[in-house]
Every structure is written in structure tokens, then in C-alpha cells.
Antibody, heavy 119, light 108 residues
Framework: QVQLVQSGAEVKKPGASVKVSCRAS????????MYWVRQAPGQGLEWMGR????????NTAQNFQGRVTMTRDTSTTTLYMELSSLRSEDTAVYYC????????????WGQGTLVTVSS | DIQMTQSPSSLSASVGGSVTITCRAS??????LNWYQQKPGKAPKLLIY???ILQSGVPSRFNGSGFGTDFTLTISSLHAEDFAAYYC??????????FGPGTKVEIK
């Protein structure tokens, strides 16, 4: 079965970077784009970007351009999302989610990773 | 950019009752509209894609409709496990996704 398992919670200081991982299993890794979505406490969902695991190409939301780096490791079927220059407003749960092109939707989600930015 | 709105932002309903949530896009997105359910502390779960197609395993009491700019999600015969937040999301401008602000369905 499809599983997306994310890394554990992080606490970071303002100005630092955080790298969240998402280990995928149960399907052909290179065949599905992976999206990153975040949710601030008590808030809605915000698209951050996506990566094509086949070739590593990425698309980043305008709000995050210059601060987000998405990569993948095909040998371990793991995706990574690194967010730099953290500020308090980046405190949120970060999700990876698989994009199923036939539906145009995100059909499987990781469990989420809480990133807390605090001095 | 396409903006998504939802109404109401929250509502109360009884077990066994029904609710309708509205999602509106700032411009036509044809049928590129998806619905997700999110329970507290959990990841969102895909319910409906392409405006009206039920994701595998989702109960038939969930129904989606609409085209263009106006969409609805109806939940009939509410079960206790249906009390959650619901988000619409447009995929017309893939890869750029936009989510609605969400609707919280609470128990009356």
C-alpha cells in the first residue's frame, strides 16, 4: 500500500533552515509528482511547490521562491523539502502529498511534520 | 491567480442530518475542483475529485457537484466521523494549486 512517512518535528531559530523528509513506498516512485503543502496553526492549506521525482525538476509557489529547495533521492525513494531564512510565520505543519494526474488531486498524504520557529 | 472562497466558514449539524458547503472560484476552473476532509491533528484526505467523482473508499453519502465557478459538497445522513474541516482545491492551474479557506462542520 502507498505510504508517505515524514520526518519528525523540528524546532528552529529564526534565520535557520529546516529540511523535512518524506519517504515514499508502495508505488512506482518516479511516476508521480510530489507536492509540498503547509498548514499554519488553526489555518488553511497552502501549496508550496512540487517535484518530479523522475528528473528532479521543480515548480515553486511564488510566496516561497528563493527560500524553498525540493530534492529527491531515487535510491531511497525519499523526497526532501528545505526551507531557509525561517521566521516565526513559518511555524506550521508541513505535508508531502502525492499527485495523481488522472484525478488532478493529491491522493495520498504524509502524516505531517511540525516545524516550530522560535527564538 | 485564481482565488477560492468557501461558505459558510463553519456550521453546526446533527448526526443524521445533511449539510451543503459551497466553494466558489474567482474564474472558471471547469471541473478541476477537488474536496478534502481533515480531522484534527490528521492529514487531509481526498474525498472527491473532478468536482463530482468519489475517491475510492469514500462513502456515497458524500456528493460533489458544480462546474465553472460554483461548486457544492453535500454530506447526507451525517455520521459522527464526518465532523471535520472540509477544503476545496482547484487544479485548473496545475502545478499551481489553490485551496479554499475551509469549512468546519461541528456537531449541534
Amino acid at each position: 500500500q502507498v505510504q508517505l512517512v515524514q520526518s519528525g518535528a523540528e524546532v528552529k531559530k529564526p534565520g535557520a533552515s529546516v529540511k523535512v523528509s518524506c519517504r515514499a513506498s508502495g508505488y512506482t516512485f518516479s511516476s508521480y509528482y510530489m507536492y509540498w503543502v503547509r498548514q499554519a496553526p488553526g489555518q488553511g492549506l497552502e501549496w508550496m511547490g512540487r517535484i518530479n521525482p523522475r528528473d528532479g525538476s521543480t515548480n515553486t509557489a511564488q510566496n516561497f521562491q528563493g527560500r524553498v529547495t525540493m530534492t529527491r533521492d531515487t535510491s531511497t525513494t525519499t523526497l526532501y523539502m528545505e526551507l531557509s531564512s525561517l521566521r516565526s510565520e513559518d511555524t506550521a505543519v508541513y505535508y508531502c502529498a502525492r499527485y495523481f494526474s488522472a484525478s488532478g488531486a493529491l491522493d495520498y498524504w504524509g502524516q505531517g511534520t511540525l516545524v516550530t520557529v522560535s527564538s | 491567480d485564481i482565488q477560492m472562497t468557501q461558505s459558510p466558514s463553519s456550521l453546526s449539524a446533527s448526526v443524521g442530518g445533511s449539510v451543503t458547503i459551497t466553494c466558489r472560484a474567482s474564474q472558471s476552473i471547469r471541473s478541476y475542483l477537488n474536496w478534502y476532509q481533515q480531522k484534527p491533528g490528521k492529514a487531509p484526505k481526498l474525498l472527491i475529485y473532478a468536482a463530482s467523482i468519489l475517491q475510492s473508499g469514500v462513502p456515497s453519502r458524500f456528493n460533489g457537484s458544480g462546474f465553472g465557478t460554483d461548486f457544492t459538497l453535500t454530506i447526507s445522513s451525517l455520521h459522527a466521523e464526518d465532523f471535520a474541516a472540509y477544503y476545496c482545491q482547484q487544479s485548473h492551474t496545475t502545478p499551481l494549486f489553490t485551496f479554499g479557506p475551509g469549512t468546519k462542520v461541528e456537531i449541534k
